[in-house]
Protein backbone atom coordinates (compact mmCIF):
# COMPACT_ATOMS: atom_id res chain seq x y z
CA UNK A 1 0.00 0.00 0.00
CA UNK A 2 1.28 3.25 -0.92
CA UNK A 3 1.46 6.48 1.53
CA UNK A 4 1.89 9.95 0.56
CA UNK A 5 5.15 9.78 1.24
CA UNK A 6 6.40 7.23 -0.76
CA UNK A 7 8.92 8.18 -3.48
CA UNK A 8 8.13 7.49 -6.95
CA UNK A 9 10.12 3.96 -8.22
CA UNK A 10 13.13 5.55 -9.96
CA UNK A 11 15.91 3.37 -9.31
CA UNK A 12 17.83 3.88 -12.75
CA UNK A 13 21.65 4.00 -12.24
CA UNK A 14 23.79 6.72 -12.68
CA UNK A 15 24.18 6.05 -16.53
CA UNK A 16 20.49 6.37 -16.90
CA UNK A 17 20.37 9.61 -14.46
CA UNK A 18 23.24 11.18 -17.04
CA UNK A 19 21.50 10.19 -19.99
CA UNK A 20 18.52 11.88 -18.93
CA UNK A 21 20.23 15.04 -17.80
CA UNK A 22 21.62 15.28 -20.95
CA UNK A 23 18.46 15.14 -22.43
CA UNK A 24 17.05 17.32 -20.66
CA UNK A 25 19.61 19.72 -21.21
CA UNK A 26 19.23 19.62 -24.72
CA UNK A 27 15.46 20.81 -24.55
CA UNK A 28 16.25 23.63 -22.53
CA UNK A 29 19.24 25.11 -24.47
CA UNK A 30 17.20 24.53 -27.44
CA UNK A 31 14.33 25.91 -26.30
CA UNK A 32 16.36 28.64 -24.86
CA UNK A 33 17.67 29.00 -28.78
CA UNK A 34 14.56 28.64 -30.60
CA UNK A 35 13.02 31.84 -28.64
CA UNK A 36 16.22 33.70 -28.51
CA UNK A 37 16.26 33.54 -32.67
CA UNK A 38 11.93 34.65 -32.65
CA UNK A 39 12.90 37.55 -30.17
CA UNK A 40 15.76 38.49 -32.57
CA UNK A 41 13.78 38.68 -35.06
CA UNK A 42 10.87 41.03 -33.57
CA UNK A 43 14.08 42.87 -31.34
CA UNK A 44 12.72 46.42 -32.59
CA UNK A 45 9.82 46.64 -31.97
CA UNK A 46 10.82 44.59 -28.12
CA UNK A 47 13.58 47.17 -28.19
CA UNK A 48 11.00 50.24 -28.86
CA UNK A 49 9.15 48.97 -26.05
CA UNK A 50 11.59 48.87 -23.42
CA UNK A 51 12.56 52.64 -24.42
CA UNK A 52 8.84 54.00 -23.69
CA UNK A 53 9.52 55.12 -20.68
CA UNK A 54 12.33 57.11 -21.61
CA UNK A 55 10.79 58.77 -24.49
CA UNK A 56 7.34 59.54 -23.00
CA UNK A 57 9.59 61.38 -20.35
CA UNK A 58 11.60 63.42 -23.52
CA UNK A 59 7.82 63.98 -24.99
CA UNK A 60 6.69 65.48 -21.50
CA UNK A 61 9.48 67.85 -21.28
CA UNK A 62 8.84 69.29 -24.40
CA UNK A 63 11.01 67.78 -27.10
CA UNK A 64 8.39 66.80 -29.72
CA UNK A 65 11.06 64.59 -31.59
CA UNK A 66 12.88 62.44 -29.17
CA UNK A 67 16.11 60.87 -30.87
CA UNK A 68 18.56 58.01 -28.89
CA UNK A 69 22.41 57.33 -30.94
CA UNK A 70 24.48 54.94 -30.88
CA UNK A 71 28.51 55.41 -31.24
CA UNK A 72 29.70 51.86 -32.69
CA UNK A 73 29.02 50.41 -35.93
CA UNK A 74 28.14 47.05 -34.30
CA UNK A 75 26.49 48.56 -30.60
CA UNK A 76 22.85 48.74 -32.05
CA UNK A 77 23.32 44.88 -33.54
CA UNK A 78 24.18 43.98 -30.19
CA UNK A 79 21.87 45.81 -28.64
CA UNK A 80 19.44 43.71 -30.58
CA UNK A 81 21.60 40.44 -29.61
CA UNK A 82 21.29 41.39 -25.94
CA UNK A 83 17.56 41.56 -26.24
CA UNK A 84 16.73 38.69 -27.93
CA UNK A 85 18.90 36.79 -25.17
CA UNK A 86 16.88 38.46 -22.84
CA UNK A 87 13.43 37.48 -23.91
CA UNK A 88 14.73 33.94 -24.98
CA UNK A 89 15.28 33.53 -21.92
CA UNK A 90 12.00 34.53 -20.53
CA UNK A 91 10.08 33.19 -23.26
CA UNK A 92 11.63 29.89 -22.75
CA UNK A 93 11.76 29.73 -18.69
CA UNK A 94 7.95 27.55 -18.91
CA UNK A 95 10.10 25.16 -20.59
CA UNK A 96 13.33 24.80 -18.89
CA UNK A 97 11.60 25.01 -15.81
CA UNK A 98 9.28 21.87 -16.99
CA UNK A 99 12.47 20.31 -18.22
CA UNK A 100 14.13 20.79 -14.16
CA UNK A 101 10.76 19.83 -12.64
CA UNK A 102 10.76 16.94 -14.56
CA UNK A 103 14.04 15.88 -13.46
CA UNK A 104 14.39 16.54 -10.01
CA UNK A 105 10.57 15.21 -9.95
CA UNK A 106 11.23 11.88 -9.40
CA UNK A 107 13.37 12.21 -6.13
CA UNK A 108 10.86 13.83 -4.41
CA UNK A 109 8.08 12.18 -2.08
CA UNK A 110 4.54 13.02 -3.47
CA UNK A 111 3.89 15.10 -0.40
CA UNK A 112 6.98 17.42 -1.30
CA UNK A 113 5.78 17.53 -4.84
CA UNK A 114 2.72 18.99 -4.00
CA UNK A 115 4.18 21.22 -1.72
CA UNK A 116 6.97 22.60 -4.12
CA UNK A 117 4.38 22.92 -7.57
CA UNK A 118 2.54 25.76 -6.57
CA UNK A 119 6.23 27.86 -5.80
CA UNK A 120 7.02 26.40 -9.21
CA UNK A 121 3.99 28.34 -10.65
CA UNK A 122 4.20 31.03 -8.12
CA UNK A 123 7.92 32.83 -9.63
CA UNK A 124 7.81 33.28 -12.78
CA UNK A 125 4.12 35.04 -11.75
CA UNK A 126 6.13 37.18 -9.20
CA UNK A 127 8.91 38.07 -11.69
CA UNK A 128 6.56 39.35 -14.01
CA UNK A 129 4.73 41.19 -11.39
CA UNK A 130 8.05 42.52 -10.45
CA UNK A 131 9.31 43.50 -13.91
CA UNK A 132 5.94 44.99 -15.15
CA UNK A 133 6.14 47.17 -11.92
CA UNK A 134 9.52 48.30 -12.54
CA UNK A 135 8.51 49.34 -16.37
CA UNK A 136 5.33 50.76 -15.83
CA UNK A 137 5.98 52.80 -12.45
CA UNK A 138 9.66 52.67 -11.42
CA UNK A 139 11.62 53.47 -14.60
CA UNK A 140 9.14 56.00 -15.81
CA UNK A 141 9.43 58.25 -12.63
CA UNK A 142 13.38 57.66 -12.67
CA UNK A 143 13.53 58.84 -16.25
CA UNK A 144 11.32 61.55 -15.78
CA UNK A 145 13.27 62.79 -12.74
CA UNK A 146 16.62 63.26 -14.33
CA UNK A 147 15.48 64.31 -17.28
CA UNK A 148 13.58 66.62 -15.33
CA UNK A 149 16.04 67.71 -12.86
CA UNK A 150 18.59 68.23 -16.28
CA UNK A 151 16.21 70.12 -17.79
CA UNK A 152 15.24 72.14 -14.72
CA UNK A 153 19.23 72.74 -14.05
CA UNK A 154 19.55 74.16 -17.40
CA UNK A 155 16.40 76.69 -17.59
CA UNK A 156 17.59 79.56 -16.12
CA UNK A 157 21.09 79.60 -18.66
CA UNK A 158 18.32 79.45 -21.39
CA UNK A 159 16.02 81.96 -20.24
CA UNK A 160 18.72 84.52 -18.95
CA UNK A 161 20.30 85.19 -22.67
CA UNK A 162 16.34 86.23 -23.46
CA UNK A 163 16.83 89.02 -20.95
CA UNK A 164 17.99 92.40 -21.99
CA UNK A 165 17.05 94.29 -18.64
CA UNK A 166 15.04 94.43 -15.39
CA UNK A 167 12.68 96.60 -14.57
CA UNK A 168 13.03 98.23 -10.92
CA UNK A 169 11.09 101.00 -9.83
CA UNK A 170 10.71 102.39 -13.16
CA UNK A 171 14.51 102.58 -14.04
CA UNK A 172 16.11 100.03 -16.27
CA UNK A 173 18.91 98.02 -15.51
CA UNK A 174 20.97 96.19 -17.77
CA UNK A 175 21.41 92.56 -17.20
CA UNK A 176 25.29 91.60 -17.57
CA UNK A 177 24.91 88.36 -19.50
CA UNK A 178 28.28 86.03 -19.55
CA UNK A 179 29.40 84.94 -23.17
CA UNK A 180 30.78 81.87 -21.63
CA UNK A 181 30.26 78.79 -20.92
CA UNK A 182 29.33 75.66 -22.42
CA UNK A 183 25.26 74.26 -23.26
CA UNK A 184 24.67 70.57 -21.97
CA UNK A 185 22.00 68.91 -23.75
CA UNK A 186 20.82 65.06 -23.48
CA UNK A 187 21.77 63.08 -26.41
CA UNK A 188 21.24 59.19 -25.35
CA UNK A 189 22.78 56.57 -25.93
CA UNK A 190 20.80 52.81 -26.82
CA UNK A 191 22.65 50.91 -24.96
CA UNK A 192 23.32 52.73 -22.08
CA UNK A 193 19.43 53.81 -21.82
CA UNK A 194 18.32 50.06 -22.37
CA UNK A 195 21.27 48.67 -19.69
CA UNK A 196 19.49 50.83 -16.83
CA UNK A 197 15.68 49.46 -18.05
CA UNK A 198 17.07 45.84 -18.09
CA UNK A 199 18.76 46.34 -14.72
CA UNK A 200 15.63 47.38 -13.29
CA UNK A 201 13.24 44.91 -14.29
CA UNK A 202 15.69 41.95 -13.69
CA UNK A 203 16.02 43.87 -10.15
CA UNK A 204 12.61 44.20 -9.19
CA UNK A 205 11.62 40.40 -10.72
CA UNK A 206 14.01 38.82 -9.09
CA UNK A 207 13.35 40.99 -5.78
CA UNK A 208 9.97 39.91 -6.17
CA UNK A 209 10.97 36.22 -5.36
CA UNK A 210 11.58 36.98 -1.77
CA UNK A 211 8.13 35.57 -0.49
CA UNK A 212 8.87 32.25 -2.52
CA UNK A 213 12.24 32.16 -1.24
CA UNK A 214 11.24 32.93 2.43
CA UNK A 215 7.78 30.43 2.27
CA UNK A 216 9.97 27.66 1.06
CA UNK A 217 12.22 28.14 3.84
CA UNK A 218 9.61 28.97 6.29
CA UNK A 219 7.91 25.04 4.71
CA UNK A 220 11.75 23.21 4.83
CA UNK A 221 11.65 24.40 8.94
CA UNK A 222 15.00 26.38 7.95
CA UNK A 223 12.99 29.58 9.39
CA UNK A 224 10.39 30.67 11.35
CA UNK A 225 7.83 33.51 11.73
CA UNK A 226 8.74 34.27 15.01
CA UNK A 227 12.27 34.23 14.00
CA UNK A 228 11.43 36.43 10.82
CA UNK A 229 9.51 38.94 12.86
CA UNK A 230 12.38 39.40 15.55
CA UNK A 231 14.50 40.27 12.14
CA UNK A 232 12.73 43.30 11.14
CA UNK A 233 15.37 45.88 11.76
CA UNK A 234 17.84 43.73 10.20
CA UNK A 235 15.78 42.65 7.40
CA UNK A 236 15.18 46.78 6.79
CA UNK A 237 19.09 47.04 6.75
CA UNK A 238 19.71 43.80 4.17
CA UNK A 239 16.70 45.29 1.62
CA UNK A 240 18.35 48.46 2.11
CA UNK A 241 21.76 46.98 0.65
CA UNK A 242 20.55 45.08 -1.79
CA UNK A 243 18.90 47.94 -3.68
CA UNK A 244 21.95 49.84 -3.49
CA UNK A 245 23.34 46.80 -5.28
CA UNK A 246 21.20 45.79 -7.85
CA UNK A 247 19.62 49.45 -9.06
CA UNK A 248 21.33 52.31 -10.54
CA UNK A 249 23.25 54.52 -8.87
CA UNK A 250 20.42 56.33 -7.33
CA UNK A 251 18.62 56.77 -4.38
CA UNK A 252 15.06 57.57 -5.70
CA UNK A 253 15.32 54.10 -7.41
CA UNK A 254 16.52 52.27 -4.36
CA UNK A 255 13.84 53.45 -2.05
CA UNK A 256 11.04 52.38 -4.39
CA UNK A 257 12.69 49.02 -4.61
CA UNK A 258 13.03 49.24 -0.73
CA UNK A 259 9.00 49.98 -0.12
CA UNK A 260 8.18 47.68 -2.94
CA UNK A 261 10.22 44.43 -1.73
CA UNK A 262 9.24 45.10 2.34
CA UNK A 263 6.15 44.52 2.03
CA UNK A 264 6.60 40.97 0.51
CA UNK A 265 8.68 40.56 3.98
CA UNK A 266 5.57 41.29 5.94
CA UNK A 267 3.69 38.75 3.30
CA UNK A 268 6.13 36.02 3.88
CA UNK A 269 5.79 36.41 7.66
CA UNK A 270 2.24 35.75 7.13
CA UNK A 271 2.44 32.79 4.14
CA UNK A 272 4.98 31.11 7.19
CA UNK A 273 2.71 32.02 9.91
CA UNK A 274 -0.23 30.10 8.12
CA UNK A 275 1.77 26.75 7.37
CA UNK A 276 3.16 26.51 11.23
CA UNK A 277 -0.62 26.99 12.07
CA UNK A 278 -1.41 24.00 9.56
CA UNK A 279 1.81 21.50 10.61
CA UNK A 280 0.41 22.36 13.95
CA UNK A 281 -2.75 21.01 13.42
CA UNK A 282 -2.23 18.46 11.37
CA UNK A 283 0.39 17.13 14.02
CA UNK A 284 -2.57 17.94 16.68
CA UNK A 285 -4.55 15.50 15.14
CA UNK A 286 -1.94 12.69 14.99
CA UNK A 287 -1.18 13.22 18.76
CA UNK A 288 2.37 13.74 17.68
CA UNK A 289 2.24 18.21 18.94
CA UNK A 290 4.46 19.01 21.34
CA UNK A 291 3.66 22.26 23.07
CA UNK A 292 6.61 24.05 23.79
CA UNK A 293 5.57 25.50 27.19
CA UNK A 294 5.09 22.54 28.29
CA UNK A 295 8.90 21.29 27.15
CA UNK A 296 10.03 24.33 28.93
CA UNK A 297 8.32 23.53 32.78
CA UNK A 298 9.59 20.20 32.25
CA UNK A 299 13.03 21.83 31.95
CA UNK A 300 12.46 24.17 34.97
CA UNK A 301 11.51 20.82 36.62
CA UNK A 302 14.53 19.26 36.08
CA UNK A 303 16.73 21.89 36.98
Excluded at 3 to 13: K, L, N, W
Excluded at 144 to 166: E, R
Amino acid sequence: MSTPDDIDDSSAPLIEHLAELRNRLIWAVSSFIVAMILCFVVAEPILDFLLQPIEHAMRSLGNPNPVMQYTAPQEYFFTLVRISMVGGLAISFPVIGYQLWRFIAPGLYRSEKSAFLPFLIASPVLFIIGAAFSHYIVTPLAMSFFLGFADASSLLSTILPLIKDVAVEGAAIPVDVPETGIDIIFQGKVNETLDISLKLIIAFGLCFQLPVLLTLMGKAGLVSSAGLAGMRKYAVVMILMVAALVTPPDVMSQMILFFAVYPLYEVSIFLIRRIEKRREAELRAQGLWEDPEDDEDEAEATK
